[in-house]
């Protein structure tokens, strides 16, 4: 059993921070991928950052300057830093993690968190 757990959302005025954290827990093994995704009402899920296992890093082209992906290997963590919010940028916030969750049989899964609200406005 893999669990992701979500923190750091909130109601922020234009221009603040917010730091996003989302921790794995229980079977895993090994990590590739982590990224944030972010879906606001009527719309699709869109990615807005990666992450590889080398810290190989993505953003989408709206955040790009503003936010910074990150992720702690040892506490099988990853964070989202956001700067200069805007309103455009609310949405529930989701994690997404490729992990290996048995090494025998070697086996990769998708895993997504439970979601974040983010609402920027004044």
């Known amino acids: 059993q893999v669990q992701l757990v979500e923190s750091g959302g909130g109601l922020v005025q234009p221009g603040g921070s917010l730091r996003l954290s989302c921790a794995a827990s229980?079977?895993?093994?090994?990590?590739?991928?982590m990224r944030w995704y972010r879906q606001a009402p009527g719309k699709q899920r869109d990615l807005v950052a990666s992450?590889?296992?080398?810290?190989?890093?993505n953003y989408t082209d709206s955040v790009k300057g503003r936010f910074t992906i990150s992720r702690d290997n040892a506490k099988n963590t990853v964070y989202l830093q956001m700067n200069s919010l805007k309103p455009e940028d609310t949405a529930v916030y989701y994690c997404?993690?490729?992990?290996?969750?048995?090494?025998?049989?070697?086996?990769?899964?998708?895993?997504w968190g439970q979601g974040t609200q983010v609402t920027v406005s004044s």
């Open positions: 229980g079977s895993v093994f090994s990590i590739r991928s």
């Open positions: 997404y993690v490729l992990l290996m969750d048995s090494v025998w049989p070697q086996r990769w899964n998708e895993h």
């Open positions: 992450i590889s296992s080398g810290g190989s890093t």
